[in-house]
């Protein structure tokens, strides 16, 4: 009877992609995400109070 346990599963490979709560963002891409946030209220808001 043969063992069907992986006995090398240390030495396994870490997944190409990651789930985004558990990986470590950047200064960079903080900001990045903060600018995005800020135009997307700038439009929001902004362009039904400049047509009021």
Request: hydrophobic share 45%; charged share 20%; net charge negative.
């Amino acid at each position: 009877m043969s063992d069907d346990t992986d006995a090398d599963a240390d030495d396994a490979e870490p997944p190409e992609r990651s789930t985004a709560p558990q990986s470590e963002y950047t200064t960079g891409q903080v900001a990045f995400g903060f600018v995005v946030a800020l135009v997307g209220v700038a439009i929001t808001f902004g362009m039904p109070l400049a047509f009021l």
